[in-house]
């Protein structure tokens, strides 16, 4: 169970008091450190380019022979509070680009303690300090990064773009296709031998896969998903799949009557489930590519 945190608001003095008593509790995403802030934006820089986590800021580490024994609280002075959040602003802003950061500071009778939790925008990275280089965390230190690391942040933006870029494509095929499919469904003779191309949904469900749990993490699909008209990924897929079976069923059979009936529970305002769902395949396509618009737009800025 991860007893760090994961909301600011959570953060209050029993958790440092619980935290502390952790030998082993820095990692990629956690880090103690004192009042001595001279490579704090090495540290912001480090957690921004990795995972992103928290910094407790107030707090030291007890060793012997540079063996850790543990961690005790220091804290800076109340008096100090406007000098140290200067100092933290100061730090911030000689990253570039500027990473997301949020402060929240916890008192403890006449000292304080800053907790500092940096965001995972994969859409920023590399992050660069001024004059310094790019940082990274290795387990619980922080590293200048090598050039093969510096370049692996810069391949993992343009792989995230490639496949954005390849879904949108996917999504575009897949919408004019399912126009142009379901308008003829809809109106063609169900004499016999009339037939239907099925609606080729492969690439799409491949492009699906590379991006979806990146869409998720990113929130780019939970507008869509607050949409209520609105079908998610899983259910779009499944109203697809029943409108091929559909279309195999007309193409394949011989009487007329069931080539009609088949038509008739797809068309519009038809008392049929499958008929109301495929009213939400366009707008929900569309929305789609709306906001995988607006994602590259950000990418790329």
Not at 9 to 22: A, G, Q, S
Not at 51 to 57: E, K, M, R, S
Not at 95 to 101: F, S
Not at 113 to 136: A, D, H, L, R, S
Request: with cysteine.
């Amino acid at each position: 169970m991860n007893i760090v945190p994961e909301n600011r608001e959570d953060w209050n003095l029993d958790t440092i008091n619980e935290l502390i008593k952790l030998r082993d509790i820095e990692s990629e995403d956690f880090d103690f450190k004192g009042i001595d802030m001279k490579d704090l934006a090495n540290h912001l820089c480090a957690f921004a380019n990795t995972h992103g986590g928290y910094l407790v800021l107030g707090i030291d580490e007890d060793k012997n022979n540079d063996k850790l024994l543990g961690f005790r609280k220091n804290g800076f002075k109340k008096e100090k509070e406007d000098h140290t959040k200067n100092e933290i602003r100061n730090h911030h802003v000689r990253i570039e680009p500027l990473p997301d950061i949020q402060t929240k500071i916890i008192s403890d009778d006449e000292r304080f303690y800053v907790v500092i939790k940096v965001e995972n925008n994969q859409i920023k990275k590399p992050y660069f300090v001024n004059g310094k280089g790019c940082f990274v965390r290795i387990g619980p230190s922080t590293n200048l990064a090598s050039r093969n690391t510096v370049l692996n942040l810069f391949s993992d933006i343009n792989k995230q773009i490639q496949d954005l870029e390849n879904l949108k494509a996917s999504t575009v095929m897949l919408k004019e296709d399912f126009i142009m499919i379901i308008g003829k469904f809809r109106y063609i003779s169900s004499a016999p031998p009339n037939r239907l191309p099925k609606l080729d949904l492969t690439l799409f469900r491949n492009n699906i896969a590379k991006c979806e749990s990146f869409l998720v993490k990113k929130n780019i699909l939970s507008r869509l998903l607050e949409v209520r008209t609105a079908p998610a990924i899983a259910p779009l897929l499944h109203t697809l799949d029943a409108l091929n079976s559909y279309i195999d069923g007309f193409s394949n059979s011989t009487d007329e009557s069931i080539k009609k009936s088949l038509q008739n529970q797809i068309k519009k305002n038809a008392h049929y489930t499958l008929s109301e769902e495929l009213e939400n395949v366009e707008p929900f396509l569309d929305e789609l590519l709306n906001a995988i618009d607006e994602h590259l737009t950000k990418i790329r800025v």
